[in-house]
């Protein structure tokens, strides 16, 4: 069986006014009609399993984004992903509503991952990089030396990240690449607000800690 | 008031400001700290310059195929709760049965006593007349007899017999069957209560297919499996079926979507489909016990696990799905159709047949 939602979904996107004036899309295959969580959600818990398929396009690279940050691995973070949307599919008829889908389903995420890293406490090579651990990243910059100084940039971050405790990295993923405030955060997380500011602080100190040290090492 | 306490309260201050989580009140509070603290100032341009390169690190994204994993990984997961579901609802029947069992002897009695007085006084003479018996179908799912048994002939393709007679109450059960692409609505006893085609068309003797694996295609295909009403009596007939290693799984589904599942199951290269022909054309009929077959229904025949063997020229390879629904079926792929399955679950057949060894070199039919 192959799916193909997300190219779907993306070419409708694209066409989707001309389509739709011309008549030739069914309600089911309209973008617009999906743009509610809430709509696919109860689409699918009416039995239309196929209008899952849009709310996995819909969060897939983002919720593997961040998995693949807090666990250092794309592999892993597939399989997190994978296992995340299974469970949400499952318990779908449990999710009330009272926050985005995005952040029940990110729960789901974290608590599987977490439950990952507790098995592996080892360090795991992120896919991609170089024996150093460094990554290729893309052309970024306007003049050379500009894109050079942020490479360098984005490579101390990305050891410094690596270096923090899991908790101190999943908090700082949700909140500096995730940009979720801070109820969503500790609904992830499962914790009180005031635990989130104060974690939140001690893992952004230790993170300047961290690139500082990398820093001296470099110019050392 | 400690001045570690102040110190903690300062710090939830300052990244609260920083995320842009204070009131404007608590927030002008704290940019006044900010004025006569430098160092604090200085803290938090650090902490915007890290947060703006974590924003700008390179994205990672999952290949086209992603949704379409999660969607079969779903469906298998699914399909295994529902057969566990199925197997708890039957012990628990079981267990109720148990409970009630003197309630029910007793009732029993009342109302076997009352039927014998209705069928003697009304009922008897006219189904002399109408032989009821023989309109009355046995239909399979996943190794459960529906019904009463019929005689051989009884569910032929475009019989006579009256449509509400043959018509047995279905469901599904496999939960993660998806709704009817048509309606968008679920697929459940609720939804569908009815057969609205002929009987048993077509007898599929399938091999080297986890039967499993065979109900996920048949899932993912939106093709219905058609499960018993509940009736107790039918579950006599669950074990012997699964011991002598068929399972039977009687489908309903349009032209279009078996064409694709046969062919799904065709194209794998272990898994054998052939046409089955029943012994005696009994396409639809039962598939029982010998002292079921003798004590309940003299007239039904019964197949023993010796004749669901494909024998040799008796059965024929479906090497191409298109050709060969176009010399059994109309051109019309919107048809409800009605076939039954008998898969080869015997652990001695999956090792037995090497499948390339039996495909004939063109066997089209």
């Known amino acids: 069986m192959s799916w193909h939602f997300c190219e ?3 070419e409708l996107r694209e066409f989707s006014g001309e389509l739709i004036r011309n008549g030739d899309v069914k309600t089911m295959n309209n973008p617009t009609a999906f743009q509610d969580d809430q709509d696919l959600i109860r689409r699918t ?5 196929e209008t899952f398929g849009h709310l996995i396009c819909k969060y897939q690279d983002r919720l593997y984004n961040g998995m693949v940050q807090i666990l250092r691995s794309e592999a892993e973070a597939e399989d997190v992903v994978q296992d995340a949307f ?3 599919f499952t318990k779908l008829s449990s999710f009330k509503g009272n926050s985005a889908f995005f952040t029940w389903l990110y729960r789901i995420a974290y608590n599987v991952a977490i439950t990952r890293l507790r098995r592996r406490r080892a360090t795991v090579p992120l896919d991609g990089a170089d024996e150093n651990g460094r990554l290729d990243f893309p052309d970024c910059g306007p003049s050379p030396d500009d894109r050079i100084q942020k490479q360098e940039q984005s490579v101390q971050v990305t050891e410094a990240l690596t270096r923090l405790s899991d908790e101190h990295r999943a908090i700082l993923i949700l909140r500096e690449m995730e940009e979720l405030d801070y109820d969503a955060i500790s609904e992830i997380l499962d914790m009180p607000i005031g635990t989130v500011r104060s974690r939140l602080h001690r893992a952004r100190t230790r993170l300047r800690e961290h690139l500082e040290a990398i820093m001296n090492m470099n110019n050392s | 008031m400690s001045e570690s306490w102040e110190n903690e309260q300062r710090e939830h201050a300052l990244t609260a400001y920083f995320d842009n989580e204070l009131g404007p009140e608590e927030r002008t509070h704290v940019e006044q700290l900010l004025e006569n603290n430098p160092d604090e100032a200085e803290l938090l341009r650090r902490w915007a310059e890290n947060r703006d390169t974590i924003r700008e690190l390179p994205r990672y994204s999952l290949d086209g195929g992603f949704a379409g994993r999660v969607m079969a990984a779903i469906e298998k997961s699914s399909h295994q709760h529902a057969s566990n579901e199925q197997v708890v609802t039957v012990t628990n029947r079981a267990g109720l049965d148990s409970e009630t069992n003197t309630w029910r002897i007793g009732l029993a009695v009342i109302a076997a006593l009352a039927a014998m007085l209705m069928l003697t006084l009304f ?6 007349e109408s032989n009821l018996a023989e309109h009355q179908p046995v239909i399979s799912g996943t190794g459960e007899v529906l019904g009463p048994e019929v005689s051989p002939g009884s569910m ?6 009256p449509s509400a007679k043959r018509q047995p109450v279905i469901g599904s059960l496999n939960r993660s069957l998806p709704g009817d ?4 609505r679920p697929v ?11 009987s048993v068309e077509q007898v599929l003797w399938i091999e080297n297919k986890p039967l499993a694996e065979l109900e996920a295609i048949l899932a993912s295909h939106s093709i219905r499996l058609v499960v018993p009403d509940g009736d107790a009596q039918d579950q006599v007939h669950l074990v012997p079926q699964s011991t002598a290693g068929v399972e039977a799984l009687y489908v309903v589904s349009t032209v279009a979507r078996m064409k694709r599942a046969i062919s799904e199951m065709s194209s794998e290269s272990d898994c054998l489909v052939k046409v089955f022909p029943l012994p005696g054309g009994l396409a639809g009929s039962a598939i029982m016990l010998p002292e079921k077959a003798g004590r309940e229904n003299g007239a039904a025949q019964q197949i023993k696990p010796l004749d669901l063997t494909p024998k040799g020229e008796d059965s024929t390879e479906i090497a191409n799905v298109d050709k060969w629904f176009g010399l059994v079926a109309d051109d019309d792929e919107s048809r409800i159709i009605e076939f039954l399955l008998l898969i080869n679950t015997s652990q001695e057949a999956a090792t037995r047949v090497p499948a390339d060894s039996l495909k004939p070199a063109s066997s089209d039919r």
Not at chain 2, 156 to 161: E, G, S
Not at chain 2, 181 to 184: A, I, P, W
Not at chain 2, 188 to 195: H, M
């Open chain 1, 86 to 88: 299974v469970l949400a």
């Open chain 2, 188 to 198: 459940d006893p609720l939804a569908w209560n009815s057969i609205t085609g002929p």
């Open chain 2, 181 to 184: 692409k048509n309606t968008g």
């Open chain 1, 45 to 49: 818990l009416d039995g239309d399993n």
């Open chain 1, 8 to 10: 779907i979904f993306a």
């Open chain 2, 123 to 128: 009922v008897f003479p006219a189904m002399h």
């Open chain 2, 156 to 161: 032929a393709p475009n019989n006579d017999v």
